[in-house]
């Protein structure tokens, strides 16, 4: 396998990585001269200067992971990644400490113009006067998001001894009176409270252009901004003009709309009251080594058949939740391959039910090895990456729940598959703890070992069925390695089926030949994840 690492990364990512593939360190190339170069690696680690586009992961055929040396990932198009089954991964703890204190150093230069009185002085001249800041003591600071960055921001504001307000939807209201601060619920009773505000948010949709000349009219004539987040959340625009106006104190500003292609940047139009710096949030020695080897170490573990820690595009996978279920992931993806191949007809809705120890458990992971167990057996390069999403584009409907009804086996999963012709139900359990069985068949109760090749029989329950069967095997030389014989718990039934493991594929002349037996009904033969 080989590894491509490029915008100047650290170093020790290389020799992690070594452990498990061959790296390459390349310079920042464009993305033409990407789409050349990626089809001969299997995983491309970056930080911010590469943008990894829909072209150049088209064109990444054997690509499994993209690692961002770094907290964001909106240099990389995830959609593009997710659709074709590539892992993304971040480090988003890695410069946490690196960003939040650029944001209070960011904060306290423009406070006490450190920038401008600099320049001065360097020049010889002595306007002290000219440079009288203000103190951050007794000021309110309001921290739009409330995570690892803005929390630690918050902490060494509160310490400063300002006043904390904080909006953030994903973060409740005891959480931050616990800290100290005050929770507000709504921008519009949030902007008016503050003499700073910082953002500590993803850009998404809903954070583009959230500070703009709006949001800008009902904040404190004064107010000073900081953006060590990313561009584009703060409209550089409205900011220049609110600046030049007085609106605006001073602004604070590490990150732009278009980098590192700044030189139309509004901001740099703006009076002295404005303090610009490169993207260095990140930027230091230790976090920078920090990064480097979280994501390298993700890479290594993904390359070598393990899972990322921290993967953007399959949170439902993350070691949190994976560890407590992880037995169970084969024998999911096993009775949703099964619930397939058995069934006809385009899938409508997969309903997934976990009844004993899994009922008290986060089952999302298991959803996702149901639905690659079932989508592989139809579709080509299915996995748990971009499962989920193909589910979605054909319109499958995922039901998910828990049940408390006792079962026989310490974890139970149980799916029913209806297609718009029939439904198939399959059950799968862990025997002894540690031994996968598919355990139910439509109204069947088996004792299945999943293996790779199995051969479903349905047949009139009567004497010598078993031998017809096992002479056409044998004749056409395939080799029978275990038989279970199961008949309905009506004892009345007259059906029953034989679920034969066999050691090699059956092919579709030894299929018909069973299937021509007297009292067969419509054997199948399924191929297994083993």
């Known amino acids: 396998m080989k590894v491509l690492v490029t915008d100047k990364i650290n170093e020790a990512a290389g020799k992690i990585i070594e452990a498990a593939a061959e790296v390459d360190f390349l310079p920042t190339m464009s993305e033409d001269e990407l789409v050349k170069v990626i089809p001969q690696y299997d995983a491309l680690m970056v930080r911010s200067q590469t943008k990894v586009t829909s072209k150049i992961i088209e064109a990444g055929k054997n690509l499994k992971i993209i690692g961002r040396a770094g907290v964001g990932v909106d240099n990389i198009d995830l959609e593009s990644a997710t659709q ?221 058949g393990g899972s990322a820690s921290s993967a953007v595009n399959i949170p439902s996978l993350r070691p949190d939740k994976l560890e407590p279920v992880k037995d169970y992931m084969q024998i999911a993806e096993n009775s949703g391959e099964l619930a397939v191949q058995l069934s006809s007809g385009m899938i409508k809705t997969i309903e997934i039910t976990a009844q004993g120890n899994l009922a008290d458990l986060d089952i999302q992971p298991l959803e996702v090895a149901v639905l690659k167990g079932a989508l592989s057996s139809r579709l080509e390069s299915v996995n748990y990456v971009n499962a989920p999403v193909l589910a979605k584009k054909r319109g499958i409907d995922i039901i998910s729940t828990r049940s408390k009804v006792k079962c026989n086996f310490a974890g139970l999963i149980t799916i029913k598959l209806t297609t718009d012709k029939e439904s198939t139900v399959v059950a799968g359990a862990l025997v002894a703890k540690d031994i996968p069985r598919i355990v139910k068949i439509n109204d069947y109760e088996t004792s299945i070992r999943p293996e790779k090749h199995v051969l479903i029989v349905p047949h009139v329950n009567k004497p010598s069925m078993i031998a017809k069967v096992a002479k056409v095997i044998g004749e056409n030389g395939i080799n029978i390695g275990s038989m279970n014989v199961v008949q309905k718990n009506d004892k009345h039934e007259t059906e029953s089926i034989m679920v034969i493991n066999v050691d090699t594929a059956v092919d579709d002349v030894t299929l018909n030949e069973i299937g021509q037996i007297d009292g067969v009904h419509n054997p199948k033969y399924v191929n297994l994840t083993a």
Not at 144 to 172: N, Q, R
Not at 269 to 293: D, F, M, R, Y
């Open 84 to 304: 074709n089954g590539i892992i993304v991964v971040n480090s988003p703890d890695g410069n946490t400490m690196a960003a939040a204190e650029h944001t209070i150093a960011l904060m306290l230069a423009m406070a006490r113009n450190i920038a401008p009185a600099a320049t001065s002085t360097k020049a010889g001249k002595w306007d002290r006067s000219k440079f009288t800041g203000c103190e951050l003591y007794k000021k309110t600071l309001g921290v739009i998001g409330l995570g690892k960055i803005g929390s630690h921001v918050a902490h060494v504001a509160l310490a400063l001894g300002m006043k904390v307000v904080v909006y953030d939807p994903f973060t409740s209201k005891d959480v931050v009176e616990k800290m100290g601060g005050e929770y507000i619920d709504n921008l519009d009773n949030f902007w008016g409270k503050c003499d700073f505000i910082t953002v500590h948010v993803p850009k998404t949709k809903d954070t583009v252009n959230m500070i703009n000349k709006d949001a800008i009219a009902k904040m404190k004539k004064g107010v000073r901004l900081v953006n060590c987040a990313r561009g584009g959340i703060i409209n550089e625009t409205d900011l220049k003009d609110a600046i030049n106006s007085g609106q605006v104190a001073g602004a604070a500003i590490d990150v732009y709309e278009n980098e590192p292609n700044i030189a139309e940047c509004p901001l740099l139009e703006c009076n002295e009251n404005i303090v610009l710096t490169p993207h260095l949030g990140a930027s230091t020695k230790e976090a920078q080594l920090n990064v480097a080897i979280d994501v390298a170490e993700q890479i290594k573990e993904v390359l070598s």
